[in-house]
């Protein structure tokens, strides 16, 4: 160092591309007089400054303190080399060369400064429906490669105009160096299509027609950020049912887009952290409760006590909202189970026969993203589908991982990858039921290696033979690491909350289903996690279920089945309340008998969620199910809050030990046939299992435990569970990044099957 001058070379390593970082460091740099330069690098950003001690130091005290809106500093490494009297501060072109570790930058809502320019008659991009800037805009659902410059966006074939090409080179302008500047002489253009793709009307009219047939009770497919939704007017029955007819949705709620955080007030009461986690630029769906008089249709959500909303987050999003003055449904641009189409042709043949009309535009979108999904549950947002807005999400592991791909679950699909110590995980997929699904599936999975440079020594899959994502991962040709289902839940929780760290843990996991080490249908777990291994010290009492995956779509089959375990081959004559043995048939249920007397195609299991099924069931408030959870999420929806009892659980001596539900069952089907409420059934279930879950922690001595799997999607068990965990002393994990369902089952395949290869190792 020469004396009254330094020079310190920084690698800033995070969510640092596409956040408007390298102009954040140009300003603060010029501000404190010093020399050098900023560059995106594949691993992040690398600045090199040089100038008088003590402003170095405070401007590497502003890079963590007051970085911009949209970045997140995980780690910066300063090293000092010698003055070498750059003549000024410069943004240098960016390195491309090396593997990449610079986790891509999610999609961020429309921020207030844009806003403000989108209704203002004087501004030149009034009523722009892409205007952006450094703090928001597309960045995802552009992205073609890593750094994330303009010529590795799908901007790239749109030319500046002077004016826009002055703001990207003005330090003064919240768009220098925005990637996807542009304005209505140089950027994207809206078209307005009917089914046939024949062009109807271009530019505002087209806005304005699209506008039109959706105020007339019309059906129209938005092209959006990452793909396409359908638009209705959600305050109108006909609309609704004739829009989820089309799309082959039944009951399944329908998300609603809103024009601000005002409207959503009027739909839903809302806390502090619904408030903003609805205002962030994440700007996701939000599960939040209805109001009784919210103007909406009872098809949007029939006979659930929350709404999904989400505020307007892009620019044309804004424009219709607040033209339209009214709550619309936006829901994914499908038929049932296939992916979202991306590009106009693909939606002109699979949404022909649902919309009416296609507002489009010329911006190719880079990959499909869905709507993120989230709740907020014990005072903080807990994401459960990591989409738009939050993905890639990018976890850091405590130390550098093998070169792992983790192929996650068969529903709920998300992919991952080891890159350095992070694990970085792809948007939502979706179920993997149709060829279109698995299609984009092997696409998702192509794409993520391509933009990271990856290539992968180790394939991680759950250990379900008939996963389509266990049958991709055994045909890559590469070494397969299985993970058991609820293993990869525990480790995912863990590594979510930042303590994966090898030490001991427990997990309650508690799911569906997952296939088990045993041949068994686990779902109703508790785990001793060490290292990279487990052990299954306590389950629910085992029952089989009658025909199946026929169970899971009908709760009835389940409820038969608890009731035959607790009473015997003729429960159901003997203790069924009314709803449940109307629901059979003489032949039909004497089949069933039969099944289980001869064990012909019912597998064992202990799941949760099959006897949340068979208690939403026994209670009379579902027998069939038309998507997958109905019957629990009415169960937790029909719950009263102020009812205080609980039904009994025993708890069975053995290894692992056995939380008995029979007593449960016993209690809750007199109450029933006595003319218990369901919403009083309800509550003292919830109640009971919570109490269960804290007498086993209890019996095992666990000092900390993780809560994992789609039963843990249910706000109402989760916190019930956790007080009384936390009451016992113990110190219980939430997810906090990833969602508790399959949607998080790819962190954990990957942190089990890196701490297999480091055990090997040693």
């Known amino acids: 160092m020469s004396a009254g001058r330094i020079r310190a070379r920084i690698e800033i390593a995070g969510r640092v591309q596409g956040v408007g970082f390298r102009p954040f460091v140009y300003r603060a740099a010029r501000r404190g007089g010093l020399r050098g330069f900023v560059r995106n690098t594949p691993r992040g950003v690398q600045v090199q400054v040089e100038g008088a001690p003590e402003r170095v130091r405070g401007f590497l005290d502003q890079m963590v303190r007051d970085p911009p809106r949209l970045a997140r500093v995980e780690r910066l490494r300063v090293r000092y080399l010698r003055p070498r009297g750059d003549p000024a501060f410069l943004i240098l072109d960016s390195r491309i060369a090396g593997y990449r570790a610079a986790p891509a930058t999610p999609d961020a809502a429309t921020c207030p400064a844009c806003l403000a320019e989108l209704f203002d008659p004087r501004d030149r991009r009034y009523r722009y429906p892409f205007i952006n800037c450094t703090g928001c805009g597309p960045r995802l659902t552009i992205l073609l490669d890593i750094p994330y410059d303009r010529p590795h966006t799908t901007m790239r074939t749109f030319r500046m105009c002077g004016r826009c090409e002055a703001e990207y080179h003005d330090p003064a302008s919240r768009r220098f160096h925005a990637q996807p500047n542009a304005c209505p002489e140089c950027g994207p253009r809206l078209e307005l299509l009917d089914p046939s793709g024949a062009r109807v009307a271009a530019g505002e009219q087209a806005l304005r027609l699209a506008e039109r047939r959706v105020a007339g009770g019309g059906i129209v497919a938005l092209k959006g950020l990452g793909g396409f939704q359908l638009l209705c007017d959600a305050r109108s029955e006909p609309a609704v049912m004739r829009l989820r007819e089309r799309k082959r949705r039944e009951e399944k709620p329908l998300a609603l887009l809103v024009d601000s955080l005002e409207t959503a007030r009027a739909l839903c009461v809302l806390d502090a952290q619904e408030e903003a986690a609805l205002a962030g630029p994440e700007s996701p769906i939000l599960l939040a409760r209805r109001r009784a008089e919210a103007p909406v249709a009872r098809a949007v959500a029939p006979g659930n006590r929350r709404l999904g909303v989400m505020v307007a987050y892009t620019p044309l999003h804004h424009l219709i909202a607040r033209d339209l003055g009214f709550p619309l449904v936006a829901t994914s641009g499908n038929l049932s189970d296939d992916p979202i189409a991306r590009d106009n042709a693909e939606a002109l043949a699979r949404l022909g026969g649902v919309a009416d009309l296609f507002l489009v535009h010329d911006r190719p979108v880079a990959r499909r993203v869905d709507d993120s999904v989230g709740r907020v549950t014990g005072g903080a947002f807990r994401v459960l589908r990591c989409a738009r807005g939050l993905a890639p999400r990018a976890v850091r592991l405590p130390r550098p991982l093998p070169a792992v791909l983790a192929v996650g679950a068969h529903l709920k699909s998300v992919v991952g990858i080891a890159v350095g110590d992070q694990v970085v995980l792809s948007p939502h997929l979706g179920d993997l039921d149709t060829p279109r699904a698995r299609e984009g599936f092997a696409q998702a999975v192509g794409d993520l290696m391509r933009l990271y440079r990856f290539t992968p020594a180790l394939v991680a899959c759950d250990l379900h033979p008939d996963y389509a994502s266990t049958r991709f991962a055994e045909g890559l040709g590469l070494p397969v690491a299985q993970v058991q289902h609820h293993h990869a839940h525990a480790a995912s929780c863990l590594a979510d909350a930042g303590e994966w760290d090898g030490k001991e843990a427990f997990a309650l996991t508690w799911d569906g289903s997952g296939c088990g080490p045993d041949g068994t249908v686990w779902g109703g777990e508790l785990l001793r996690l060490d290292g990279g291994c487990f052990r299954r010290v306590a389950h629910l009492l085992p029952f089989r279920l009658p025909g199946g995956e026929a169970a899971v779509r009908e709760p009835r089959r389940a409820a038969f089945a608890v009731l035959w375990e607790t009473f015997g081959e003729d429960g159901l004559d003997r203790a069924a309340p009314p709803a449940l043995r109307g629901a059979f048939g003489a032949a039909e249920a004497e089949l069933l008998r039969r099944m289980l007397r001869r064990r012909v195609n019912c597998p064992v299991t202990t799941s949760m969620g099959r ?152």
């Open 611 to 762: 006897l949340f099924d068979a208690v939403a069931a026994l209670a009379g408030l579902r027998q069939r199910a038309s998507f997958e959870g109905q019957a629990a999420m009415e169960l937790e929806q029909a719950l009263d809050p102020a009812e205080e009892g609980a039904y009994p659980l025993a708890l069975a001596d053995g290894d692992p030990l056995v939380l008995d539900w029979r007593p449960m069952v016993e209690a809750l089907v007199a109450e029933v046939r006595a003319g218990a409420s369901p919403a009083a059934a309800s509550a003292r279930f919830h109640n009971g299992i919570a109490r269960g879950a804290a007498a086993v922690a209890e019996r095992v001595g666990a000092g900390r435990i993780a809560l994992s799997g789609g039963c843990f999607q249910n706000e109402a068990l989760t916190e019930k569970v956790r007080v009384r965990l936390e009451a016992r002393g113990v110190r219980v994990l939430l997810h906090r990044q990833v969602p508790p369902n399959d949607g998080g089952i790819a962190l954990g395949q990957v942190a089990v099957a890196a701490a297999g290869v480091a055990g090997s190792r040693r």
